[in-house]
């Protein structure tokens, strides 16, 4: 694997006007990183306090008391911080940056003399420092925290929080090996491999991509590191409630290179997916990538929601067997979609190919935004297909099911990854490889590019996904090649160069257009109508049901919409869709169809042995995206069809 891969374009260099995105993005700098840093500080009555950063303060010496919060709470500044970064790179903002830098140096003075960073181990157990890594997660907050590092350089160029992110990795590397000599492990939780890739990338120093790949190597191999561990002076439990050792749960059950399915916690499988990717890049290693391709491939033709989610069992948060996907019962965890694009973006800049890209947009279009409120200041951590609020109940097997947006979360790990995804949502739009600018996604956008050939200036304007016409000028100094993706639901397209039909290379997935210097126009269009989509017979719990997908977004049926039960409702699969213009919350397509109510006669008991009476009824569908952003009821996505 000596070929160059596909690259992002920097965020600076990226504006997005869109129609459909903005209505997320602009609420980054408004409305979620204030919101955010009000509930780090403990400053809003309404939701109970975080401690996040009275952690530090304790932590530096600079106020009393005892840690609280989960073990890993460190990880919600950092993301915090990142999200920031990415916001200050493409909306600067003086008091902002003013207001990160005063935190970094409150982290800063928190960090220890040897470089080691997290306040828990700091405050509550500095005698356990490095053993539990089965539990422990530091190395998963110290993943986190280079990624902010990483990302406030190159947003800022300032060095504080890098110097301080490498202080703790050059403590890390000096302390973790195979050789008898260091610290034989891996987190339980990867992160940080992915970030040690990302240090290595931004400061060349190469001992972070060896320990990103040792990382990776030693997982899996006998012994058993969490079962050494176990065995050693000093060691003790965390989470006591997980008695169980189950080597499934931390991926660490076979060597990396031998697993053929995705298992375990899904968040931990789809970050340590994207390290694989990045090392196996890094390091030319084809099997590896191959592993990566192997996993993928289970994750999307066997485990995958039709959202876009991943992770059907909220017992543990993981991946249980091929086609179990629940739909009023799964956990969907919004981190783990965002995992999932992470992998997904990954995949498709090593390999070129574009089909990577359908479920990273089917995440980022459903899943990822369906886990925060049009307000900016709620937040879905778990996103079934189907929800019944009365039996979201305390103590049930849905009682991790929430029928409205929460204001935050004991375990908040969601809302700061949903931050620095909107965020940096340009690093998906475009990808660039010697002279070829890749559109990625149909984002209306104005950007800057740099190719081997010199300066790309392009402007996409797009109401996609509401329409399918998105029109693309460009302005080249030399000519150049642009290659546009062309999604798996799109069957037929026209493409034009300046009102001309022109011939075309299809490669990869993308289809090959020849930019002239100077400027000039492209325009793609599509038919992106509903469309029925029908489960695999061996997805049990959607048997003999239907979905709606227009384009990659996913539809549901609301109760505020549709007679209830919503379980009542019937499709007619013959039906003609109508499309209807809503202008509620931005401008929406909702979608309308034929079919019936079911009902049982009058009088009937709990069970009866007569005929279901059937109601003609006109079906209403909105964007899952957008489901209880209006009034909170039931939702359904699978519907029963005839």
């Not at 990822?368 to 996103?383: E, R």
């Not at 300046?498 to 997935?509: E, F, H, L």
Request: glycine share 6%; charged share 25%; net charge negative.
């Amino acid at each position: 694997m000596n070929r160059p891969k596909m690259q992002s374009v920097p965020l600076k260099n990226i504006k997005i006007c869109d129609n459909f995105w903005n209505r997320y993005t602009n609420l980054v700098h408004k409305e979620i990183i204030p919101y955010q840093w009000a509930i780090l500080n403990d400053q809003l009555e309404d939701v109970a306090p975080t401690h996040c950063l009275e952690n530090f303060r304790i932590a530096a010496g600079e106020a009393e008391g005892c840690y609280q919060g989960a073990i890993f709470q460190d990880s919600d500044v950092a993301k915090w911080l990142e999200a920031v970064a990415y916001s200050l790179e493409t909306h600067p903002d003086p008091e902002l940056e003013k207001l990160a830098d005063e935190t970094i140096e409150l982290i800063e003075r928190a960090q220890q003399p040897d470089g080691y960073l997290n306040t828990y181990f700091t405050i509550k157990e500095p005698d356990l420092r490095w053993k539990n890594l089965r539990e422990g997660h530091e190395l998963y907050t110290a993943g986190h925290f280079i990624e902010a590092g990483v990302a406030y350089y190159n947003a800022t160029g300032k060095r504080r929080l890098l110097n301080i992110v490498c202080r703790m990795a050059d403590l890390i590397c000096s302390l973790f090996g195979e050789d008898g000599q260091h610290i034989d492990g891996y987190p339980g939780h990867p992160e940080i491999e992915l970030a040690l890739v990302k240090l290595y990338r931004a400061t060349g120093e190469k001992k972070y991509l060896r320990t990103a790949s040792y990382f990776i190597e030693r997982r899996g191999k006998e012994p058993n590191c969490f079962v050494e561990e176990s065995k050693k002076p000093g060691y003790r439990r965390i989470f006591l409630e997980n008695n169980e050792y189950d080597p499934y749960y931390a991926q660490n059950h076979l060597p990396v290179r031998q697993q053929e399915s995705a298992e375990g916690h899904a968040v931990r499988a789809v970050y340590l997916y994207s390290g694989m990717a990045d090392v196996a890049y890094e390091t030319g290693d084809d099997s590896l990538l191959e592993a990566c391709k192997r996993l993928w491939n289970n994750i999307v033709n066997k485990r995958m929601y039709i959202n876009g989610s991943i992770g059907s069992s909220a017992y543990l948060e993981r991946f249980t067997v091929d086609y179990d996907l629940p739909n009023d019962s799964g956990y969907s965890e919004t981190c783990a979609s965002i995992g999932l694009a992470l992998f997904g973006l990954r995949m498709a800049q090593i390999t070129g190919e574009a089909h990577y890209f359908d479920q990273v947009e089917l995440a980022l279009y459903n899943t990822v935004t369906a886990g925060i409120g049009l307000d900016g200041k709620s937040f879905f951590y778990v996103n079934p297909l189907e929800v019944w609020p009365e039996n979201c109940i305390p103590n049930t097997s849905r009682s991790h099911v929430k029928p409205v947006r929460q204001k935050w979360f004991g375990v908040a790990c969601c809302p700061p990854n949903i931050a620095r995804t909107l965020a940096s949502l340009g690093q998906y739009i475009y990808a660039t490889k010697d002279n070829t600018l890749f559109l990625n996604l149909f984002v209306g956008n104005q950007a800057t590019v740099s190719l081997d050939s010199g300066e790309l200036k392009v402007r996409v304007d797009s109401r996609f996904p509401w329409e399918d016409t998105i029109n693309i000028e460009t302005e080249s100094e030399t000519g150049c090649m642009m290659g546009i993706r062309i999604p798996s639901y799109v069957h037929r397209f026209k493409i034009a160069v300046n009102g001309d039909s022109v011939q075309y290379t299809m490669k990869n997935g993308y289809v090959m257009v020849p930019v002239v210097q100077g400027k000039s126009r492209i325009d793609l269009s599509f038919s992106i109508k509903p469309r029925l989509v029908y489960p695999n017979e061996l997805i049990r719990a959607c048997a003999g049901q239907v979905a709606i997908m227009r384009g990659p977004l996913l539809y549901c049926i609301e109760e505020m919409d549709n007679p209830t039960p919503l379980s009542s409702l019937i499709i007619d699969k013959n039906t003609s869709f109508t499309e209807q213009w809503d202008s509620a919350l931005g401008g929406m397509i909702t979608i309308f169809a034929d079919g019936w109510r079911e009902s049982s006669p009058k009088g009937a008991g709990l069970y009866h042995e007569m005929p279901c009476k059937r109601e003609a009824t006109r079906l209403k569908f909105v964007p899952y995206c957008f489901w209880c952003n209006r009034d909170p009821g039931e939702m359904r996505v699978w519907i029963r069809a005839l």
